[in-house]
Each structure stands twice: as structure tokens, then as C-alpha cells.
């Protein structure tokens, strides 16, 4: 996983609460055996009309939207399946973090995992932010704070660990293989066997 | 958690697994008991374990199935693979090839054991109390029916598990959902968990495990059981769990996986010491009286969007979100959804084809007839409930009445095998999500019990079950 530090970028705003997974990236698009090469279906029947030309409507096809990093969405983002297509679709459209004021569990690990950033943000932040597309963001993930249009630094919370992980890239698989003495120990303890 | 306190029935199965405690700085290393796989969340795991050079470190623990990308007409050769497209089968080969290179048992085409992984693992009894149980599947919340911590991970975790048989998490909070009272005819399990989640919300679980308690859990079956757990996560809990007792040891005696001789003793007698403590505390509870519960049904995009069957759709038109939901539903406020013509009925997915689903579905359509225009869609969760089924002669009950009676697997409750809802078609669904476009692109679904589901087929339009009792 590279490590992600800093982003300084504008934000695209899609301000609907309980965008689940499936709108993130429907199951159809979940036949690949691949992480890569996802961002082309990234709300995919939002981003696109029946005929598969670009709706127009839709934020993320907007000229103000390119090349932004940053996507803050409504309440409960991520909720629904577990599928880690979802961040994987993200990461490759170009989008770096989610800002929302509440974020689903597995969509949350699946994220951290991937150096895809989710915050949670209080509602008066959040409504700032709603309330401003286009505005631009500094994001300090070792502080954990971010930073709108050069005003005060606001913190946001982040779990230890998982900041740890972001910032120096590492990898959970590695941290968990160096631990299989202590693995092989809890199996050889245990009162019962599965 | 302190271990001197009363512990609640996750706080015992949790410190159970605790390879190492969780710290200010890291999380929790937690061991899994049973790891399900499946064909479309493992390709990309297999890869990194390919990458790195790693094993499966317990191929033992380890029971692969495949069931979403799987046709549900029968597949004797690779050529009857085609009706799933491309992609699918593709991925179906590739979950053969891995489970071979790796030395994974796979219950696949030829195995009488192959169904729904949620509905698989408790049926050879492998999902037992006191586990903890994971699958790249959100909805592996069903095994906490049993006693289990079941929970959904990504395909990453799945590579963590695989590879070292551990997790590294921190520890969830913890939600009772006390539900009292009894169920009165016509309203099932699935009634129960649509009004739990339209009561505390599809987020009002995140963070959570929640254990469901009371005397009107406690009286279900563990079919019911696995349905009620089954939907944590469309409350966006963690994971859901019940305490285990009699019926639970009485479901896995005698199953193929399930402890025997000795160690069953040995296992009864571990697994009646995991209730909670009368004393313990949770960090929140919610309590619900069952005795009024109605027949539900779903009429937005997300299992919160709920009413009674005859309850009109509610009016919040302020809320953009709720209606826009209404819009894409094709649905008006004010009305009860009793008048909608129903083009498909799904009576299936994990959350509802177990045979007593398949039973009471049945028992409603003995010596009926589908309504004209209908299309009925049966599939079992395994191919031991069909078969099961088929010795009760249930497929030709649904058969005569005009459904459609399919292999095992989770069909047109993800619509990836070419089982879908087609645009702006309404489809009354046994399953869990009424997400926009989960049935497939454009469709509208409403999610209601096996029961209601039945009756909307008899009836051509959303329809009150009892009824037809």
C-alpha cells in the first residue's frame, strides 16, 4: 500500500444519505477476478444513461468535478455489502478520501486497507462542506486534520493504528505475519479445538 | 472488558479468540474458527497469497462454496456455465482452480453439499456457538444465529485470514435487542427483523454487535433465528447473535460437521455456558413488543424504508432522499402498496430459502394458481433443501401453481448470474436488499416474508398474507 500523508485537493459534493455499495459499484461489475481497472464503474448507473453516454446531471461528469480527490457524501456512506470493489472503484477514479458524517463498518476496514481515507466529520462541518462544492481541502492524515479554504484546522478522529498503517504504508498482512509465534502459541493453548 | 465483570454471551466468545489483547495503539488480533469462501470476494486474495509466495495456513478451517456468480439451472459441463455470461463463469473456473492449487475443500457442482454459503455452513453443521466466523460477505451475520461472532470482510481480511487464520480488529460496542411477546399468524421472522431495522434505522447498528434476546426470539426455530440475524447488517451492525439453548443444540446434533461421540458432550457442555450473565450490561439496548407486529414491506431503497402491509406509505416529501426513493419505487405517499401490480416474485437468497420458507410458500400455493402475468421464481439455498423439498413434493407445489423451481444459489438477489428483475419491473424479494438497481438494472423491489411473497404471486399485486392462511 503507498503511503498517504497529505491531500490538498477541491471536493465534489454528492450530498444523498445511505449511498450503499451497490450504487458504488453495482454486483454486475463484481464478475472480475481483478483490483484493477474498476474506476470506469464507479456509480456507474448514476454516471451514465441507458444508452451509456455520460449523464450530464450527475456530479462527478460536471466540469468542476475533475480532478477532484476529495468526494464528501451523505450520512452512512458505504453501507451494505462488503464488497472491497467499492473503494477499489473509488481509488481508481482518482479519489483519495470520503468525508461524511458517519461512515459503515466494513466499508471503513475495506478503505484503510486500500489508502483510501474516510472521515467522519461533525454536522456543522459536514453541511459547510455540502453547502460549497468546489472549495478546496487540506488534509493532514498524521494530525488528522483538515483544513478548508486556508481557515482553522479541524481534527478528525482516526484510529491509531490505522493511521499508523496510512501514513508509514504499511501493510496489515505483513504486521499479522510477524505475529505467527504468538498465532501458533493461542493454537496449541486453546481448551478446545474448532 | 474486565474479566471479573458479568459478561455479555459476545464479551465470553470474543475474549475466547484473543490471540492478542488490543492496545491504545493496535487493535485486537483475533482468531477465526471458520472461514467461508466464496468465488467472487477470493480471486484477488488468492492473487496476493500467489504474490507473496504464502499458503493457507488452515486449509482445515477453511470451506469453500460457489453461489453467486452460479447458474440455478443445472450444470453438468463447463458449456452449461454459459447462461452466466462471460465474467461469471470465469470466475466460477477460477475458484475451482484456486481451491485446488491451495488444497481448499470446495463444495462444488458435484457436491450434494453446494449452496448459499450462509445457508451451507449451518447445515452441515460446521457454524457452531462459541465460533468466530467470517466470509467476504456481509451477510455472514446469519452464523450469529447460533452463538457465533459472524461478520462480513473484505477481500484484503480474507487474504489476512487465509494467510494467518487472524483478524486485527477492534472491539465492537454492544446492542440488546430485547423483542417480546408472540408472533401472531401470518407475520414471521422476516416481519420481525424488516420492523426492527425500520425501528432503529439502517445505520442504527453501526459499531455494534447485537445480540437478539427475549421470549419471542427465544421461541423461534433456528431457521427463524438465522433470518433475524441474517438482516444485522442492513441495520449496519457488525455482526448479530443469539444465545444458544436447546433448540440450537437440538438443530446440530447428528450434522455431518457438527461434534459426535465425546467431543459432543464436551461441546454441549462448553456451548451452555456462553449466555450472558443475568448481570451483564450492553452499551445500548432497545426493546420491541412483537405481540402487534404486522406482515411487512419495504417501499424505498433501503430495508429502513418499511410499513405495516396495510399501512399507507408514509409522507416525508421535505426529505429529498425519501423522494427520490419514492420516484425510483414509482410509489406515491398516502397509499398502501396492497394496490401495486407485482410482475416477479423472488422466493429465495439467504436470509429466506431454508425449507421452512419453501414450506410456508408452499402451504399458501397448494391447489393455487400464480395470478397471469407473474412471474414465480423458487431457488433453494442448497441442494439439500431441494432435494429435501422435492422428497416433501414441495417442487410440485410451486410447480403447479406456476413457479419456477431452480437449483440452489443466490440468484436474483444480486442478479450476477443472469437471474434479474428487468428495468422498472416491480419484484416482491425474500431477500435483504431493495438497494436501487440490486435486482438488476431499473428494478424496483420490495423485500416481505416468504408468507407475503406467496400471497403477491396468488394475488398479482402486493398482498396481505393472511388472507390466504
Known amino acids: ?194 | 472488558m474486565n474479566a471479573g465483570n458479568p459478561q455479555t454471551l459476545f464479551e465470553k466468545v470474543w475474549a475466547d479468540h484473543i490471540v492478542r489483547p488490543e492496545t491504545a495503539d493496535t487493535p485486537a488480533i483475533l482468531y477465526i474458527d471458520l472461514h467461508l469462501i466464496h468465488e467472487v470476494t477470493t480471486p484477488q486474495a488468492f492473487t496476493i497469497l500467489r504474490e507473496r509466495g504464502l499458503s493457507v495456513r488452515r486449509p482445515d478451517l477453511t470451506i469453500g462454496t460457489m453461489d453467486h456468480s452460479t447458474p440455478t439451472t443445472p450444470v453438468r459441463n463447463f458449456k452449461d456455465l454459459a447462461v452466466v455470461g462471460e465474467g461469471a463463469a470465469s470466475q466460477v473456473v477460477k475458484m475451482q482452480d484456486n481451491c485446488r492449487e491451495f488444497g481448499l475443500e470446495l463444495f462444488g457442482f458435484d457436491n450434494d453439499y453446494r449452496g448459499i454459503v450462509h445457508v451451507i455452513g449451518p447445515e452441515i453443521g460446521a457454524t457452531q456457538p462459541g465460533k468466530t466466523v467470517v466470509c467476504g460477505d456481509s451477510h455472514t451475520s446469519t452464523h450469529g444465529a447460533f452463538g457465533a461472532i459472524a461478520f462480513g470482510i473484505g477481500t484484503t481480511e480474507v487474504g489476512h485470514v487465509l494467510a494467518t487464520q487472524c483478524l486485527l480488529q477492534r472491539r465492537p460496542r454492544t446492542l440488546a435487542i430485547n423483542v417480546s411477546g408472540k408472533l401472531q399468524p401470518g407475520v414471521t421472522a422476516k416481519d420481525v427483523i424488516l420492523a426492527i431495522i425500520g425501528e432503529i434505522g439502517i445505520g442504527g447498528g453501526t459499531g455494534h454487535v447485537i445480540e437478539y434476546r427475549g421470549d419471542m426470539i427465544t421461541a423461534m426455530d433456528m431457521e427463524a433465528r438465522m433470518t433475524i440475524c441474517n438482516m444485522s447488517i442492513e441495520a449496519g451492525a457488525r455482526a448479530g447473535m443469539i444465545a444458544p439453548d436447546d433448540t440450537t443444540i437440538d438443530y446440530l446434533n447428528g450434522r455431518p460437521r457438527a461434534p459426535s461421540g465425546a467431543d459432543w458432550d464436551e461441546a454441549v457442555q462448553r456451548w451452555s455456558a456462553l449466555p450472558g450473565h443475568p448481570d451483564a450490561t450492553f452499551d445500548r439496548s432497545v426493546d420491541i413488543n412483537g405481540d402487534d407486529l404486522q406482515p411487512m414491506v419495504t417501499f424505498g431503497t433501503n430495508p429502513g424504508m418499511v410499513v405495516a402491509i396495510n399501512e399507507p406509505v408514509p409522507d416525508a416529501n421535505s426529505d429529498t432522499g425519501f423522494r427520490k426513493a419514492l420516484d425510483y419505487m414509482q410509489l406515491s405517499p398516502g397509499k398502501p402498496l396492497t394496490e401495486s401490480a407485482v410482475d416477479i416474485v423472488f422466493l429465495g437468497s439467504c436470509t429466506n430459502s431454508r425449507l421452512s420458507d419453501l414450506t410456508q410458500a408452499a402451504e399458501m400455493l397448494r391447489g393455487r394458481k400464480i395470478a397471469d402475468g407473474v412471474r414465480m421464481l423458487v431457488v433453494p439455498g442448497s441442494q439439500q433443501i431441494k432435494a429435501e423439498a422435492e422428497s416433501l413434493g414441495l417442487h410440485e407445489v410451486f410447480k403447479s401453481a406456476g413457479a419456477d423451481w431452480r437449483e440452489s444459489g443466490c440468484s436474483m438477489c444480486i442478479a450476477m448470474n443472469g437471474d434479474i428483475v428487468p428495468k422498472g419491473r416491480l419484484c416482491v424479494s425474500t431477500s435483504n436488499r431493495n438497494f436501487e438497481g440490486r435486482q438488476g438494472m431499473g428494478a424496483r423491489t420490495i423485500l416481505a416474508s416468504p408468507l407475503t411473497a406467496a400471497a403477491s404471486a396468488i394475488e398479482g399485486s402486493v398482498a396481505d398474507p393472511r388472507k390466504y392462511l
Open chain 1, 1 to 194: 500500500m503507498e503511503a498517504i500523508r497529505k491531500i490538498s485537493s477541491c471536493i465534489t459534493v454528492l450530498p444523498k444519505s445511505d449511498i450503499d455499495t451497490d450504487q458504488i459499484i453495482p454486483a454486475r461489475f463484481l464478475t472480475t477476478t481483478s483490483r484493477e481497472g474498476l474506476g470506469v464503474h464507479l456509480f456507474n448507473d448514476w454516471r451514465f444513461l441507458a444508452d451509456g453516454t455520460e449523464n450530464p446531471d450527475f456530479v462527478l461528469n460536471k466540469a468542476e468535478s475533475k480532478g477532484c480527490e476529495v468526494l464528501v457524501a451523505g450520512h452512512n456512506f458505504g453501507c451494505g455489502s462488503s464488497r472491497e470493489h467499492a473503494p477499489w472503484s473509488l481509488l481508481d477514479f482518482g479519489i483519495r478520501a470520503v468525508i461524511s458524517t458517519g461512515i459503515a463498518d466494513i466499508f471503513r476496514s475495506n478503505s484503510l486497507k486500500n489508502g483510501l481515507l474516510p472521515i467522519e466529520v461533525d454536522e456543522q462541518t459536514h453541511e459547510w462542506l455540502i453547502s460549497n462544492p468546489g472549495s478546496s481541502i487540506d488534509i493532514d492524515v498524521a494530525n488528522s486534520t483538515l483544513t478548508i479554504e486556508n481557515g482553522k484546522p479541524i481534527s478528525f478522529a482516526i484510529d491509531g493504528f490505522a493511521r499508523h498503517c496510512l501514513i508509514e504504508g504499511i501493510d496489515q498482512l505483513g504486521f499479522l505475519r510477524n505475529e505467527e509465534d504468538a498465532i501458533t502459541r493461542f493454537e496449541e493453548s486453546r481448551p478446545w479445538t474448532p
